[in-house]
């Protein structure tokens, strides 16, 4: 193959620019236009070692409680991501810049790879163009994810590898090693299916330099010097997972997301591998997003005909093929794991447009046979999923940059505060935009660790709020754990050992009776035996202070509530009423009535020691 000059480097070069210059206006978009859960939980951990240190072995994302450490996959992204934070970038911009980093990164490995194995300066163009304006990589491609850390890894092993093979340097066994290292530590479910494409690359020299049996081709996969250059890296994914899942089954919380507790969810079942439906989804996600309507998977299909290096490019299209059936759920769940075969795909669509550009028969007009075929692709591409990847320039308003629920949560809780969340799942998104450690609770038949255990475990340590995506239907009954609850907007309750620790709150709901019993004597009695009809409810005149309400008939299970501008109350034992307002208007929900015992007039919770 001849050397490459610098003035092969201008076409690729100018590729990559105009994919970056696309790109780059995105990068101050915050982290919600696409899978917020998965980008903010990558975030939060980048944010953390910003602020915190780089600690990799116990990387936090603190949304399930103390000790905050969930790890999953070796956290180098997150830690690489600390440097243009270092330089003043901000947290979301910093991990879209990261990203994009390592998608640029693979697309010129990608370059260097296809170049070296078909010899063709078109084919490892229209690869590069491929991979970089696909519909999916114009939206992924500049996210708060490290799947492109991973494929730029991936690729790296694979060429480093097919250049040490060829020519047996030990400087390439050490980049292929270091690569293989890098691509499985950080995401294994991409990174271990790359290893078949040098496979197919030798079982292809094996043949080239004479090996007629398929026996003298299968020795040569187990050669002990690709055996050394691949084994540090599934040995140290293996000890990382070990290690990970050691850290999250230590603590009872965490424990659920250990790997033996997630099979079904990594892997898929059979009853969904049965179900056409479900290969029809991802099937025509990789249609639409990366190979291109119609035609186009004719492209690949002459490509891997007309190719003279077929074992190679058979491997390239098990790199595609073998992660889906393999982690299944995973591709049928989310359509970002298209990223570990995103470059692949490019690799077999550039084969397959150069074998054709090739053999057009009139030389003069290859490239611009080639170029057709590239600007039809784009066309076809891009017009028929204008939907998909313009998410990735939508303008973002500055009142909308985060969600309304993670703004009140930053309004109503200091940012020392720890929050239990009820009916998010353990999604980060929130706490990650109000920039709040927390506890989310989680379905225990989920998680096999019962809720009232976790509460009581949150309520030892301390917690100082409860939110509630919807407290019209989520149980907020859980907050009586603690013995005051005091509602302080329309999502958000303040939590406390005693009155004094809540701070003011308009409606308080407490399980201590004997608070009614000792400020009695500096109140009076306002009315007695009143009748709360659910349907209606009834006005409360402000007293001097704060109107308390001894029930005559508790149940937690109903809803109190005194207006809309802040979450109702489980209707504990005693109510508190401090409204600004003349009049609080009382209503309930869950029942047909509720009885008050007694209403006083007495102290502001602020007046009580």
Excluded at 233 to 244: C, E, G, K, S
Excluded at 468 to 485: G, N
Excluded at 553 to 566: F, H, L, W
Aim: hydrophobic fraction near 55%.
């Amino acid at each position: 193959m001849s050397r490459v000059r610098p003035v092969h480097l201008l076409a690729p070069f100018l590729v990559l620019a105009i994919a970056v210059a696309v790109r780059f206006p995105t990068l101050r978009q915050p982290l919600i236009e696409a899978h917020a859960f998965r980008q903010t939980q990558t975030a939060f951990t980048a944010r953390i070692f910003h602020e915190s240190g780089i600690h990799l072995m116990r990387p936090e994302v603190p949304v399930l409680g103390e000790p905050w450490t969930i790890p999953f996959e070796f956290p180098l992204y997150q830690a690489i991501a600390t440097i243009p934070m270092n330089l003043g970038v901000g947290t979301d911009a910093a991990l879209r810049l990261t990203g994009l980093a390592f998608f640029v990164l693979t697309a010129a490995m990608l370059w260097l790879l296809v170049r070296r194995v078909t010899g063709d300066l078109f084919a490892a163009f229209a690869t590069v163009v491929f991979f970089c304006f696909s519909p999916f990589s114009l939206l992924w491609g500049r996210t708060s994810l490290m799947e492109f850390l991973a494929t730029a890894g991936g690729v790296a092993m694979v060429y480093f590898a097919v250049v040490w093979w060829d020519d047996r340097r030990l400087r390439w066994a050490a980049l292929a090693s270091a690569s293989a290292l890098l691509a499985l530590l950080v995401k294994s479910t991409t990174g271990a299916f790359y290893v078949i494409p040098i496979a197919g690359w030798i079982v292809v020299r094996a043949k080239e330099q004479g090996a007629a049996g398929i026996r003298d081709r299968v020795r040569a996969l187990f050669h002990p010097g690709l055996v050394a250059i691949l084994a540090p890296a599934f040995v140290a994914t293996l000890l990382w997972n070990r290690h990970a899942d050691a850290v999250k089954a230590a603590t009872a919380s965490t424990k659920w997301l250990v790997s033996g507790a997630l099979n079904d969810w990594t892997f898929g079942t059979i009853a969904q591998r049965l179900q056409v439906a479900n290969w029809v989804t991802v099937f025509d996600r990789m249609e639409q997003l990366l190979v291109g309507r119609y035609l186009f998977w004719a492209l690949i299909l002459a490509g891997l005909v007309l190719t003279s290096r077929k074992w190679f490019w058979a491997a390239m299209a098990a790199t595609v093929v073998l992660p889906v059936a393999v982690f299944f759920n995973l591709y049928v769940v989310h359509d970002y794991y298209l990223s570990a075969i995103s470059p692949a795909i490019a690799a077999l669509l550039g084969n397959g447009a150069g074998e054709l550009a090739r053999r057009v028969r009139w030389r003069q007009f290859a490239v611009p046979v080639g170029l057709a075929v590239l600007a039809g692709w784009l066309l076809v591409s891009l017009t028929t999923t204008k939907p998909y990847w313009l998410a990735a320039y939508r303008k973002v308003e500055p009142s909308a940059r985060r969600f309304p629920l993670a703004t009140e949560i930053d309004e109503h809780t200091k940012a020392t505060d720890r929050v239990v969340v009820l009916g998010l799942d353990w999604d980060p998104t929130w706490l990650y935009q109000a920039e709040r450690r927390g506890a989310m609770l989680v379905d225990d038949t989920k998680t096999k660790y019962p809720t009232g255990d976790f509460l009581a475990e949150l309520r030892r340590r301390g917690y100082e709020a409860f939110v509630v995506s919807d407290p019209a239907v989520q149980p907020i009954a859980l907050s009586t754990t603690w013995p005051w609850v005091g509602s302080v907007s329309p999502h958000v309750y303040r939590l406390g050992e005693s009155a004094a620790k809540l701070g003011p709150a308009p409606l308080v709901g407490t399980s201590d009776v004997a608070a009614f019993d000792r400020v009695a004597p500096s109140g009076h009695v306002v009315a007695s035996d009143v009748t709360v009809p659910c349907a209606t409810g009834i006005d409360l005149r402000r007293g001097v202070g704060a109107l308390w309400l001894r029930l005559a008939n508790p149940d937690t299970a109903v809803r109190m509530s005194i207006g809309g501008e802040i979450a109702p109350m489980p209707a504990t034992p005693v109510l508190i009423i401090d409204p600004a307002q003349e009049v609080a208007h009382l209503a309930c929900s869950g029942t047909g009535a509720v009885t008050i015992a007694t209403i006083l007039d007495g102290p502001r919770l602020g007046d009580i020691r």
